[in-house]
């Protein structure tokens, strides 16, 4: 590998994104829909959304996803903040990427939250966005004190002679797929388990902040990002791939309070193997791909910069590696 991919040119439409159920553009009129929270979009939610494909190209309509924002944990348990594996501006990428038409995000507030399930079906699924057809996970529960299930969605589009299918549940490594055996992944350092559960390398959205520029003075000029402090991505070394406005660059990145400077707050610290240019006040997509180490103190700058050079030259190996063809890469989005 160079340490450079070009942009792949556009194949299809950019996703249309639509933030209220009335209003939905003539290109996703009377659409299908795949309903679901889809947090992580892993192995799980591609079946729901590849079931909600079929019956799409059944039908000849357009295949919406229908989610809502915030998480509707988040809702009840604003003290207890989710860690997002894919907020929504990356989810309309990865979707877009997958060939979606439309992702439908519902604010999920108050009135949300009291919407009986029947209301829901019959004012919002069924009424104002008017899908032809849904496709649902097993586990999806809605409404008002959660009362509504796949099997009610789908006694509801039968007496409308809406089309409807319900997706069994999907294990791997002989453990069901979900965002919590991912995070749990992610915790551990494990980035191949939780690829495996994702079905494509874990990746996050985050803009480039200005720093203190230590890494020019060690001959590593990194990018400077701040993840959400509920992220629980486990401290240490990464072999990353990123992507700049449409072109993927490998690198090495620190997630830490580098300890042998300042212990601070946790920065994720990126150098690009092949870049240069200024990368201050972009969103970056940075995909993890292994974690190497954990963060080290070093008695001395020299010290740090030979173990630099080490994980350098480790990642540039970890990075030439074949894809796992069960695990892909998705950038660039």
């Not at 160079?2 to 933030?19: E, K, M, V, W």
């Not at 990194?222 to 990123?242: D, F, M």
Request: glycine share 8%; with cysteine; hydrophobic share 40%.
């Amino acid at each position: 590998m160079s340490g450079i991919l070009p942009s792949s040119p556009a194949t299809t439409p950019p996703i249309l994104i639509c933030r209220e159920a009335s209003a939905l553009p003539e290109a996703l009129a009377r659409p299908v829909v795949a309903i679901g929270n889809f947090d992580g979009l892993h192995r799980g939610h591609r079946a729901v959304i590849e079931a909600g494909r079929t019956l799409a190209a059944q039908q000849g309509r357009p295949l919406a996803v229908l989610t809502f924002d915030p998480h509707p944990r988040s809702y009840f348990r604003q003290q207890e903040p989710v860690f997002r594996l894919t907020p929504d501006p990356l989810k309309a990428a990865v979707l877009n990427h997958w060939g979606v038409d439309g992702l439908i995000i519902l604010p999920f507030d108050a009135k949300m939250a009291a919407t009986s399930a029947g209301d829901f079906v019959d004012h919002i699924l069924f009424g104002a966005i008017n899908a032809t057809g849904v496709s649902i996970g097993h586990d999806f529960h809605f409404g008002k004190g959660r009362e509504g299930s796949p099997s009610f969605i789908a006694e509801r589009a039968q007496q409308r002679g809406r089309a409807s299918v319900i997706v069994p549940p999907l294990t791997a490594f002989d453990e069901p797929v979900s965002s919590t055996a991912i995070r749990a992944a992610l915790a551990d350092g494990n980035m191949a388990h939780a690829a495996h559960l994702l079905g494509y390398r874990y990746l996050f959205q985050a803009d480039v902040l200005h720093g203190e520029k230590i890494g020019r003075t060690l001959g590593f000029p990194t990018a400077n990002l701040r993840l959400p402090p509920e992220n629980s991505l486990k401290e240490g070394i990464y072999a990353v791939r990123v992507d700049v406005d449409g072109t993927v660059y490998d690198g090495v990145a620190s997630f830490g309070r580098r300890p042998t400077f300042d212990n601070g707050a946790p920065l994720f610290e990126i150098w690009l193997m092949a870049f240069s240019g200024d990368l201050y006040g972009k969103k970056l997509n940075v995909e993890c791909v292994q974690r190497q180490r954990g963060e080290l103190k070093f008695n001395s700058i020299d010290a740090l910069v030979e173990q630099m050079h080490r994980d350098a030259a480790e990642a540039r190996t970890l990075l030439a590696a074949p894809q796992d063809p069960d695990a892909p890469s998705l950038l660039p989005l």
